[in-house]
């Protein structure tokens, strides 16, 4: 059974670049026609998606973060990554990865998420 | 870009039919997913494509869609179904991304 697990640093100033990774165990990234996916959920509000990534290098990205986001993917150690730059208090949030299934999208296996606060 | 609008809550006694609406424009012509939320835990799929459950999902939730309103029917509510509860579709027009809506709070009174 796939799982999923998020890590990375849990305080990151502001200006700065926030750096997250998702470590896929109990099967492949590389396997079946999966993207991966980051999340996130401001304290007290709703889902927000940032983008997906094929194994292929392949991307989407939310139009509104777009020009702060990288995703990438490491196939040999089984994990993707979530960059975003130019971090503010408006970032502070639970970042979950996920993954992909399907041409309809929808995430069917989620991890447990990591709390990443932006403060000086 | 496209928008799902969900209500904020609903409320509804153990044991009734509980149904939570998530409109958009011609959502009928979209996949639409629904994941639960409980507190301090990551989201769950609880519905994909409509009216498919996952393994493990009880029977007695459901979904349907026509027009500009998706549902997610939960039958016989029980106090375990108090969470909150998304839907999501895929945006394939200009700029391909992933909507959710607002989310609804779930109570069981």
């Known amino acids: 059974q796939v799982q999923l697990q998020e890590s990375g640093p849990g305080l990151v100033k502001p200006s700065q670049t926030l750096s997250l990774t998702c470590t896929v165990s109990g099967g492949s990234i590389s396997s079946g026609s999966y993207y991966w996916s980051w999340i996130r959920q401001p304290a007290g509000k709703g889902l927000e998606w940032i983008g997906r990534?094929?194994?292929?290098?392949?991307?989407n990205y939310n139009p509104s973060l777009k020009s702060r986001v990288t995703i990438s993917v490491d196939t040999s150690k089984n994990q993707f990554s979530l960059k975003l730059s130019s971090v503010t208090a408006a970032d502070t949030a639970v970042y979950y990865c996920?993954?992909?299934?399907?041409?309809?999208?929808?995430?069917?296996?989620w991890g447990k998420g990591t709390t990443v606060t932006v403060s000086s | 870009s496209y928008v799902l609008t969900q209500p904020p809550s609903v409320s509804v006694a153990p044991g009734q039919t509980a149904r939570i609406t998530c409109g958009g424009n011609n959502i009928g012509s979209k996949s639409v997913h629904w994941y639960q939320q409980k507190p301090g835990q990551a989201p769950v799929l609880v519905v994909y494509?409509?009216?498919d459950r996952p393994s493990g999902i009880p029977e007695r939730f459901s979904g349907s869609n026509s027009g500009n309103t998706a549902t997610l029917t939960i039958s016989r509510v029980e106090a375990g179904d108090e969470a909150d509860y998304y839907c999501q579709v895929w945006d394939s027009s200009s700029d391909h991304f992933v909507v959710f809506g607002g989310g609804t709070k779930l109570t069981v009174l």
């Open positions: 996920a993954r992909v299934v399907g041409a309809t999208v929808y995430m069917d296996v």
């Open positions: 494509d409509d009216s």
């Open positions: 990534i094929y194994t292929s290098g392949s991307t």
